[in-house]
């Protein structure tokens, strides 16, 4: 090969490897501009007997605030289900969501926890803290399962408790600005903490509470069974959560204080300014609640929970019944709080703040032209009503959904 040829060869290899090359550095660019942020261990949480299922100590994720933010703070609870009875908890309590020992240490932080101000307009400043779930009552429970062999602290409430203790000296004590929120179970922890939440902040905050995907309801499913109701009484009797419930909830339900679980009986009793996000065909409960795989062991629903688009007129009429039903449920709140805020899509989606494509970008779902983030925060800053009720599927294309 000549000199001249060989220079040429070098020069083909060397263009065709740098797109790999400059590539590579995007997307080590692109890492070091997400929010990482660390595991704090509470170390004082063994005081007061707050421990995750396995006895491990509880932890929250915090990412300091700065600027004109410096002294607002926004807690995010964790969501990931329940266990409801010793089978369910003594596996849980061997994964991450009943210890801290099998959790990430490092998370990453979107939507309404990132730092980002093109990303999160209105809190990227703020402390902004993960609070992690390892409880499996929803941070309500207050109890303890030995029976020589095993052993599980069902201790979710201490645990709450334990995390505010820790976070009142670092700055939360001082708050001027405060919104506690969270997604799926931990949506569902913010209607039974949210009172709770303000009464250990300066009596001059601005403190608010937010459920994404908590809306959970007391609906019977296709074969006209209670099968959530009987479920959350399950985790409500063996966690020992009645006793951390609304009691004026409890007491107007009695003999059946366990429903005061399902947020459409806590919100009526609930005094902080209250934002429910939710969308109207939420997928966890349409198949958990709606189509639970034992009101449907022929799997007629199989493809219609896969693509909405496969569902017959019958599934569709179900569905829109569910919504009806969400709606119904929400009517009193929607006309007659008047410092509420509620944004319900018709998406087939479940947890919306914590995802970026969701929260807020060029092609989030919206409402009457509005995002998810522009909702929330018009509602939190007082700057216009923010109730936001979308039509009835399919007419949303805006929507990104989440099944499968």
């Given at each position: ?17 740098a ?36 006895g ?13 933010g ?24 061997a ?15 979107s ?39 095993s ?14 203790l820790d976070?009142l ?38 403190v ?6 908590g ?18 009484k399950s ?13 004026n ?45 034992s ?47 509620m ?46 009720i979308?039509?009835a599927?399919?007419?949303?294309n805006s929507?990104?959904n989440?099944?499968?």
């Open positions: 090969m000549s000199a001249c040829a060989f220079i040429k060869l070098v020069l083909v290899l060397l263009t065709c490897a797109p790999r090359r400059i590539n590579s550095q995007h997307h080590e660019q692109e890492a070091e501009r997400r929010d990482l942020v660390k595991m704090t261990l509470v170390q004082n949480a063994s005081s007061i007997g707050a421990y995750c299922l396995d491990s100590l509880p932890a929250y994720h915090l990412d300091r605030g700065f600027g004109a410096a002294r607002n703070w926004l807690l995010q609870f964790e969501g990931g289900g329940w266990c409801n009875d010793i089978k369910s908890c003594l596996e849980r309590a994964t991450r969501r009943g210890s801290t020992r099998y959790m990430s240490k490092v998370e990453v932080f939507g309404i926890l990132s730092n980002n101000a093109s990303l999160n307009p209105d809190f990227y400043n703020w402390n902004r803290v993960k609070i992690r779930y390892c409880d499996g009552a929803s941070f309500a429970g207050d109890a303890v399962f030995k029976n020589g062999t052993l599980l602290y069902f201790r979710g409430q201490r645990i709450w408790r334990a995390i505010i976070l000296p670092k700055g939360l004590g001082q708050a001027n600005k405060a919104l506690l929120s969270g997604c799926s179970a931990g949506g569902l922890a913010t209607f039974h903490h949210c009172d709770d939440f303000t009464a250990h902040l300066p009596r001059n905050a601005s608010k509470c937010l459920s994404d995907a809306f959970f309801l007391d609906a019977r499913d296709i074969a006209m069974n209670h099968t959530m109701r009987y479920f959350f985790v409500v009797t063996l966690q020992g959560v009645v006793k951390n419930l609304n009691t909830c409890t007491s107007s339900l009695s003999p059946y204080p366990e429903q005061c679980f399902f947020p459409q009986y806590a919100l009526p009793y609930i005094r902080t300014p209250y934002f429910i996000l939710n969308t109207a065909y939420d997928v966890y409960q349409f198949h958990h609640i709606l189509v639970p795989p009101a449907d062991p022929h799997g007629h629903w199989y493809h219609c929970k896969l693509n909405p688009a496969a569902c017959n007129a019958v599934q569709i009429n179900t569905l829109q019944g569910f919504r009806r039903y969400m709606l119904e449920t929400l009517q009193n709140f929607l006309v007659n709080s008047t410092r509420g805020g944004y319900i899509n018709s998406c087939f989606a479940h947890c919306q703040s914590e995802s970026q494509d969701t929260w807020f970008a060029p092609d989030s779902p919206r409402v009457h032209n509005k995002t998810i983030s522009e909702a929330v925060g018009d509602w939190y800053f007082g700057r216009k009503v923010s109730k936001e979308d039509c599927y399919p007419c949303n929507c990104h989440q099944l499968g």
